[in-house]
């Protein structure tokens, strides 16, 4: 980052942090409106759930920029700078383009923050004013189509100023409690706020059925099309492969085979599934198939870093975002259809806020043993706190490793790996993004596109 750009995100920071929300659009509507509504410059594909929205993004953004269409990518968090969250034709934003969104944005910023500090509420938080950034670099771009994933919720998520074209809602489970409700229902009513009439739903296969209730009932009540999986779409078939995998998928209105996804893991498959319906929805309003050799294109050429993403070999270095329970699930799936470690080693850290125990109960059955750092995030769980967590999960003090330093976490989860000489062994880093992105850094893996 350079000097300028790490004084805006300073700024920013100083603003309500990322994982507080205001659950109020009055300040982010009023900034758009002040700013002659850039947001309904072009249409819009709102992307919510509780794992798989930024995978879906990239993927559904790379087949629209397949089909000739000029494409916005909004996401979040970022891994190594905040310019990765706007993307503009598949490429981050670069840092001259990012410092003028903020400029853009900051005197209409300042006139809202009074009116709302004059009526005892709070300035626009740091998501708000970063979700502005965004619809403005588009609309100055110009893009035809924004793929926007919103932050926590739905119903009263920043992103809402959007008119969606395409509501896509990916697998919801427990997450974010604090802000979203203690149920699963609560959740994903939060979550079936961005669902509209007007808007065509592409609904994932829900692992609760308290979820799928939600969804179906108020799709009814809006009167929504919608596809949902495992109905009117589907993943038909799904090959593991070298480097990722074969699909058969069906979409809304075409059946596409000998698909090769450039992800691993059958929960990648499913993402791309839901991509395929939103860009069949939004191109063809749903009775028009898209062309395989265009999708073709666009499945094989995906990426997306920090998601199951093998950034090292000899011995395998797999990172993954996995920073709750159901994410922690879908990782322990890809690493048994797609590898076969003689020893797997962890390499775990885990913010404050999460739930350590429910990820660390999920990955013990598939760790031989587990290195327990930190992040240099303010928010990551002390690694000694971490650490007695895991002993009492792990239920054996040999299989569980200590080590603050992250630099030297990743040397100990190596030599772990390739203890008396084996050659097979892999270590899998997850827990939070934050630790995803340090590891992947202090590794020399590519940034970003």
């Known amino acids: 980052m350079s000097p300028a750009v790490r004084e805006v995100y300073a700024a920013l920071l100083e603003r309500a942090p990322e994982n507080q929300i205001e659950p109020d659009l009055s300040r982010i509507t009023r900034v758009m409106e002040l700013m002659g509504d850039p947001q309904n410059s072009y249409r819009s594909i709102r992307i919510a759930g509780t794992n798989g929205k930024t995978t879906t993004a990239r993927i559904l953004e790379r087949i629209l920029r397949e089909a000739g269409l000029r494409t916005g990518r909004t996401t979040s968090p970022h891994l190594r700078s905040p310019v990765e969250r706007i993307a503009i034709d598949g490429a981050s934003i670069d840092e001259e383009g990012f410092l003028q969104a903020y400029r853009d944005v900051e005197p209409f910023a300042a006139i809202v923050d009074a009116e709302s500090e004059a009526a005892g509420g709070p300035p626009l938080t740091y998501f708000e004013y970063l979700t502005v950034m965004s619809f403005q670099a588009f609309a100055s771009a110009p893009v035809d189509v924004a793929v926007v994933e919103t932050g926590l919720g739905g119903t009263w998520d ?5 008119t969606s074209d395409v509501a896509v ?17 609560e959740i994903a009513g939060e979550k079936a706020g961005i669902l509209t009439a007007e ?20 799709i009814g009540e809006l009167g929504a099309e919608a596809a949902i999986e495992d109905q009117q779409i589907g993943v038909l078939s799904h090959t593991p492969g070298v480097g990722g995998q074969m699909l058969t998928l069906q979409g809304i209105a075409g059946r596409y085979e000998d698909l090769f996804l ?3 893991g059958e929960h990648q498959a499913r993402n791309a599934l839901l991509a395929v ?24 050429s995906v990426t997306s870093p920090g998601r199951a993403e093998v950034v090292r070999q000899a011995p395998t270095i797999l990172l993954d975002a996995a920073h709750n329970p159901a994410g922690a699930l879908s990782l322990v799936e890809t690493v048994r259809e797609n590898f076969r470690f003689t020893r797997t080693i962890g390499l775990i850290g885990i913010l404050q806020e999460k739930d350590a125990a429910g990820i660390l109960d999920v990955l013990e059955p598939l760790l031989d ?21 895991a002993r009492d999960i792990f239920d054996d003090e040999d299989r569980v490793f200590e080590q603050g330093s992250l630099p030297d976490a990743i040397q100990a989860a190596v030599d772990l790996a390739e203890m008396d000489g084996d050659q097979f062994g892999g270590v899998v880093v997850a827990g939070s993004v934050t630790l995803v992105a340090e590891v992947r850094e202090l590794l020399g893996a590519p940034g970003e596109e």
């Open 199 to 218: 808007a065509t739903a592409i609904i994932a296969s829900q692992p609760y059925e308290d979820a799928a209730d939600v969804l179906r009932a108020r």
């Open 169 to 185: 809602i990916t697998p919801i489970s427990l997450d974010h409690q604090e802000y979203l409700g203690e149920t699963i229902a």
């Open 158 to 162: 920043a992103t809402g100023v959007v």
């Open 262 to 264: 450039t992800l691993l």
């Open 277 to 300: 319906a939103a860009a069949e929805a939004l191109l063809g309003d749903g009775s028009t198939a898209l062309d395989g050799q265009l999708l073709s294109a666009a499945l094989s």
């Open 369 to 389: 043993a587990v290195v327990i750092t930190q992040s240099s995030s303010p928010r990551a769980l002390p690694a000694d706190q971490l650490a007695d967590l």
